[in-house]
């Protein structure tokens, strides 16, 4: 049975509901949400993930946390490099994705200059 319905979400009252009555339906329902928005969600890259850490821990990190942000950066870099790679593949792997609408495509100097 599925609770969390994107067109329907339930109210603040109808979730402190759920949580008194049924803590295990309470927690299926933010299992379901999350699952739905993480769809929508970019992974963050090294540069982005070391400056949150170090911006919630006021600056100063340890050589562990920095390792643990640098490792989860690179996570997100894998990713986000294999969605480009996933959409270069859609456009053929040509490198100059050549559009029909594009006309007289300057590929050499001496054409910049008319």
């Known amino acids: 049975?599925?609770?969390f319905n994107p067109e329907n979400e339930l109210t603040q009252t109808q979730l402190d509901e759920l949580a008194?009555?049924?803590f295990d339906s309470f927690l299926q329902y933010l299992d379901e949400k999350a699952a739905y928005l993480k769809q929508f969600t970019k992974p963050l890259g090294q540069y982005h993930t070391k400056n949150?850490?170090?911006l919630s821990k006021g600056g100063e990190l340890t050589d562990?946390?920095?390792k643990?942000?640098?490792e989860i950066g690179k996570e997100g870099d894998d990713e986000i490099a294999r969605r480009i790679a996933e959409?270069?593949?859609k456009l053929g792997n040509d490198p100059k994705y050549r559009d029909e609408?594009?006309?007289n495509l300057k590929t050499n100097r001496k054409q910049w200059f008319d």
């Open 1 to 3: 049975m599925q609770l």
């Open 20 to 22: 008194k009555e049924n």
């Open 52 to 54: 949150f850490a170090s």
């Open 64 to 66: 562990k946390e920095l």
């Open 68 to 70: 643990r942000a640098k």
């Open 87 to 89: 959409a270069a593949e």
């Open 101 to 103: 609408g594009i006309k």
